[in-house]
């Protein structure tokens, strides 16, 4: 950990206890206790990463001690040392206190050093990877190689070069922006619509980094309350607010050495702000409820589908954190200024939704990508990629139609061109007409020119449908197919 692990040692000999203070203060935190009673005092007060316990103490047996910390606070890493070589100790430790290590006197202070790294780094590991409690058969090399294979999949799968994009699309200019920023420890601010793809550049920015081995963590501002917020990013002590019933670490603390995606940061109060302002300009948090700060070495990146610069100016968002945030600032553009790339992303979404789904799809209808590419996607790619989704749920052909398309999307990628009124009849009429072709052209779409299905959708006879076909010049290649 960047920061100073916090040690707790328990042990009612006073010269043993400044004997592991004196050797582990070089390193972590140490807080002492010459009891349980005062050590459960400290729990309930500090978030602690690891505890080394004496087992024979005058009032508690240190393996009674930790199977009660076990079940009041479960996330410490939990370490016996003891004079005493008793087998049954022992097993009790690991069975019913969760015991990580079992540590002989007399000690070697590098082999005691070694241990407790170890430990406060199985702590870590656990918080990153979010594993239940800790349980004695989690080592620190089982737990860090499933982390750096976790990590490797996602250095592949977040890659600059995996954002999908035509040669001559303006998210070019935006990826190699990132990559600069990749380079440099500085703080990035993204802007951009709903579903454009902001985390995908910010994880690209953080797996493209020196921080690359270590933790990417998410949190979406907008999603909770100020009170909630806080102690998901900062850390809360059991007690500390109302529902916090159990000791949490902060993503601050998760992320630290790493990198901390702050989605939705527009959305956030003027005294959360003050908060978060605080915590960037120190580098330390201070869990609610607890009463020493923590120091974190952690790079920001923020996002936010507001104007923040509208925000500040309008007393909403505070001039100081925009600064901080926005040092250097990225524009992710919406679908609709980037109509090129949208064939392409379809076809990567097509690719993962069918094997997802075990379907035979072989590919988009030039026809339906015509309607896709003149369609404005306001939700964006997340819009695109649902509406990939239900058609290959719905279609039954080998190739996904414009008759899959949704309504919205087929009127929208042809749009009815209607005539200013003018307040006179003739230009009504125009109107009435531009519309009743374009209801005749999509239903004719849809139901590959079939007229007898066309007629009944439209709620005419086939009689009157062919009279307005032959009025609008629409007979070509028709069928009467029933």
């Known amino acids: 950990m960047s920061g100073q692990a916090t040690v707790l040692v328990v042990d009612d000999e006073i010269r043993s206890l400044e004997s592991l203070q004196r050797v582990l203060s070089d390193e972590f935190e140490v807080i002492c206790a010459r009891d349980a009673t005062e050590a459960r005092r400290v729990l309930e007060s500090e978030i602690v990463h690891a505890i080394l316990c004496d087992q024979r103490m005058q009032y508690e047996t240190g393996v009674d001690f930790l199977k009660h910390v076990r079940e009041t606070w479960p996330d410490p890493v939990r370490m016996i040392i003891s004079g005493y070589s008793d087998s049954e100790d022992i097993i009790a430790g690991i069975n019913e206190a969760g015991i990580y290590q079992y540590i002989a006197k007399p000690w070697h202070p590098d082999k005691l050093l070694a241990t407790v790294r170890g430990a406060v780094e199985l702590f870590r590991l656990q918080k990153e990877t979010e594993t239940a409690s800790i349980d004695v058969k989690l080592t620190p090399e089982r737990v860090q190689r499933v982390v750096t294979e976790k990590r490797g999949v996602a250095r592949k799968l977040y890659d600059f070069d995996r954002i999908v994009h035509a040669p001559d699309s303006p998210l070019g200019d935006v990826i190699a922006l990132g990559k600069r920023a990749a380079e440099f420890d500085i703080s990035v601010l993204i802007t951009g619509e709903s579903g454009t793809g902001k985390e995908l550049l910010a994880r690209a920015i953080h797996y493209g980094s020196a921080r690359s081995g270590k933790a990417f963590v998410v949190e979406n501002c907008g999603a909770l309350p100020d009170e909630l917020l806080e102690s998901e990013l900062f850390g809360c002590k059991k007690g500390a607010f109302t529902g916090a019933y159990q000791d949490r670490v902060g993503l601050f603390e998760v992320a630290d050495g790493g990198t901390i995606f702050l989605d939705e940061i527009g959305e956030t109060s003027p005294a959360f702000q003050v908060k978060l302002l605080r915590v960037l300009q120190e580098s330390e948090i201070r869990p609610l409820g607890a009463r020493r700060v923590r120091k974190v070495d952690v790079r920001i990146v923020a996002a936010t589908n507001r104007d923040l610069e509208a925000e500040v100016r309008a007393g909403r968002f ?18 609709r200024e980037r109509p090129m790339d949208v064939p392409l992303i379809a076809a990567k979404v097509l690719a993962d939704v069918t094997k997802s789904y075990g379907r035979p799809i072989e590919g988009i209808s030039p026809g339906a990508l015509a309607r896709m590419r003149r369609y404005d996607w306001p939700g964006n790619v997340r819009e695109l990629q649902n509406e990939i989704q239900r058609m290959v749920v719905l279609t039954d052909d080998g190739w996904l139609q414009e008759a899959d398309l949704s309504a919205r999307i087929r009127q929208g990628g042809e749009p009815i061109q209607l005539q200013s009124a003018h307040h006179s009849s003739a230009s009504l009429k125009t109107n009435i007409e531009a519309l ?8 004719l779409d849809r139901h590959g020119g079939n007229i007898s299905r066309v007629a009944g959708e439209l709620g005419l006879s086939r009689v009157g449908l062919r009279n307005k076909l032959g009025r609008y010049d629409l007979r070509k290649g028709l069928s009467d197919e029933v």
């Open 318 to 335: 505070r001039r100081d954190l925009f600064y901080r945030l926005a040092a250097f600032p990225l524009h992710m553009p919406p679908l």
């Open 436 to 443: 009743e072709r374009h209801m005749i052209v999509e239903a």
